[in-house]
């Protein structure tokens, strides 16, 4: 490990290839990101407009199922009230109703006892959708009719309305909810009758709306009481103010809660059934309810996080691809960096002669490896000067160390010459000196033939000592002429 992690550090093509791709590497995470956080931006308005989208089809798609019973509704409302007394008639009319609307489940006409002044004493007459028919009941619901919603409160206000939603017993307990329209005879309420729908076949019509697969929608009156929801028992007894106190305890479903019953419309994030959730409300006409559409971040953001995942595994993808090219591309590139540097390291050892071959290439790299082949091949040149001319310098020092033997050998004999020459001197020397000495002292007493004799001793000896002299001269002479044509 140590030495790989050395070899790195000192291999400067790998050193590149990792800076290189570090550097591609942090551009494109930052491009990347940038264009992230816009494309979130982008996919998170696009869903919330799709969402609104939705939520506009939902109001319209809850618009047509409850028109489509009202005008229903108001067409046999007339019927019913020209047949008031009739309760053949009424009793018809309810099981008519259902045959020509397949969406309505139930139908009845109630008359208030006191008010009723037609035959027999039956003042409720109802038909409901049975299993495989249409069936014929003398009550409509868990109790006295004049003491459901439904009854009790258009008979007070005189208004057409839809009722809360309530449990019909006769199909098995499902959910419904009833169009009531007042009966009036001579400007008085004297009865209702009411046309139900099933709130299942309500919520499947609004989850038809959805506008992504795990998406679900409510509808909620006025009192926080769920008309459509996906979890069938909150049809029965859900309020919005049952869950704010045993499920949703914080303060952002509160708000929520609030704005909806208030009939605000907009859009909140909060957190449902343990998911982060976008939650668009808006009201439903003039009843006061709120139309919600509520969908999860992780399905509102589907398409960014898979378009994020693959980005990801396409950019540690192309960063391995793009170290292992880059690594490749140097590697080679930086050959010929490594052939001089192999070089480099021979001419410091000393190998000149082995020859940098030359570059192909015409780029810099192939400039550099061509300057050092003309640099080696200058080096070699220069050298072989150097050592041309140390031959002839240990040639001319031979030559000066054997004329300085010669010189030294002749300085020798010379002064062994001259030694004997001056030795060979003493003796005429003496005996002229010798000589004067007794001319000096007994000149009176000689005698001219006396005179003679050691005048020609005189000479003699002097022509010894010329002679001497003149080999002496001769020889410094010939010296000094050698020494001149030496130099």
């Given at each position: 490990m140590?030495?790989?992690?050395?070899?790195?550090?000192?291999?400067?093509?790998?050193k590149m290839s990792f800076w290189l791709v570090a550097f591609v590497a942090v551009m494109l995470v930052t491009a990347l990101f940038v264009m992230f956080v816009y494309a979130r931006k982008a996919v998170k308005s696009e869903a919330l407009a799709k969402s609104e989208a939705a939520l506009d089809g939902m109001v319209q798609n809850i618009d047509n199922r409850l028109r489509e019973v009202e005008i229903a509704a108001r067409n046999f409302h007339w019927y019913v009230e020209h047949h008031?007394?009739?309760?053949?008639?009424?009793?018809?009319?309810?099981?008519?109703?259902?045959?020509?609307?397949?969406?309505?489940?139930?139908?009845a006409v109630a008359i208030d006892p006191e008010l009723w002044q037609g035959e027999g004493s039956q003042t409720l007459f109802c038909s409901y959708r049975a299993k495989d028919s249409i069936a014929v009941s003398d009550n409509f619901g868990d109790k006295p009719y004049i003491e459901q919603e439904w009854y009790t409160h258009p008979m007070t206000t005189g208004q057409t309305e839809w009722s809360n939603p309530t449990i019909e017993p006769l199909r098995g307990g499902y959910p419904i909810m009833g169009y009531s329209i007042p009966i009036k005879k001579d400007g008085r309420v004297i009865g209702i009758f009411v046309s139900a729908i099933s709130l299942e076949w309500l919520s499947r019509a609004v989850e038809a709306t959805r506008p992504f697969p795990s998406t679900?929608?409510?509808?909620?009156?006025?009192?926080?009481?769920?008309?459509?929801?996906?979890?069938?028992?909150?049809?029965?007894?859900?309020?919005?103010?049952?869950?704010?106190?045993?499920?949703?305890?914080?303060e952002d479903s509160k708000k929520l809660a609030q704005a909806?019953?208030?009939?605000?419309?907009?859009?909140?994030?909060?957190?449902?059934?343990g998911m982060d959730c976008y939650v668009f409300y808006r009201p439903y006409k003039n009843t006061g309810w709120s139309v919600n559409i509520v969908s999860p971040k992780d399905e509102v953001f589907a398409?960014?996080?898979?378009?994020?995942?693959?980005?990801?595994?396409?950019?540690?993808?192309?960063?391995?691809?793009?170290?292992?090219?880059?690594?490749?591309?140097?590697?080679?590139?930086?050959?010929?960096?490594?052939?001089?540097?192999?070089?480099?390291?021979?001419?410091?050892?000393?190998n000149f002669d082995e020859p940098i071959a030359d570059s192909?290439?015409?780029?810099?790299?192939?400039?550099?490896?061509?300057?050092?082949?003309?640099?080696?091949?200058?080096?070699?040149?220069?050298?072989?000067?150097?050592?041309?001319?140390?031959?002839?310098?240990?040639?001319?020092?031979?030559?000066?160390?054997?004329?300085?033997?010669?010189?030294?050998?002749?300085?020798c004999l010379e002064t062994a010459f001259i030694h004997n020459m001056t030795d060979q001197m003493v003796v005429p020397v003496n005996q002229i000196v010798s000589t004067v000495a007794v001319i000096r002292q007994n000149y009176e007493h000689l005698d001219q033939v006396d005179v003679n004799q050691l005048t020609s001793d005189m000479m003699d000896n002097t022509e010894k000592v010329t002679t001497l002299l003149d080999k002496i001269i001769e020889i410094s002479v010939n010296r000094i002429s050698e020494e001149n044509d030496n130099t």
């Open positions: 140590k030495e790989n992690s050395s070899i790195i550090r000192q291999s400067l093509s790998t008031q007394d009739d309760a053949r008639a009424l009793q018809g009319l309810t099981q008519r109703m259902l045959n020509e609307n397949p969406s309505v489940v139930g139908c679900f929608c409510a509808l909620m009156n006025k009192n926080g009481d769920f008309i459509v929801h996906p979890d069938s028992t909150s049809l029965y007894s859900g309020n919005i103010y049952d869950q704010l106190q045993n499920d949703y305890t914080d909806m019953l208030s009939g605000e419309s907009g859009y909140m994030s909060v957190n449902i059934y398409t960014y996080n898979r378009l994020l995942n693959f980005m990801l595994v396409i950019l540690v993808v192309s960063v391995l691809l793009l170290l292992i090219y880059c690594f490749h591309v140097i590697h080679i590139l930086f050959k010929p960096l490594r052939y001089l540097d192999h070089s480099v390291q021979r001419l410091a050892a000393g192909l290439r015409h780029d810099e790299i192939g400039g550099l490896q061509r300057s050092f082949r003309a640099m080696q091949n200058s080096l070699v040149n220069y050298i072989a000067k150097i050592r041309q001319r140390t031959a002839m310098l240990s040639e001319q020092t031979e030559a000066l160390n054997h004329a300085r033997k010669k010189a030294h050998e002749a300085d």
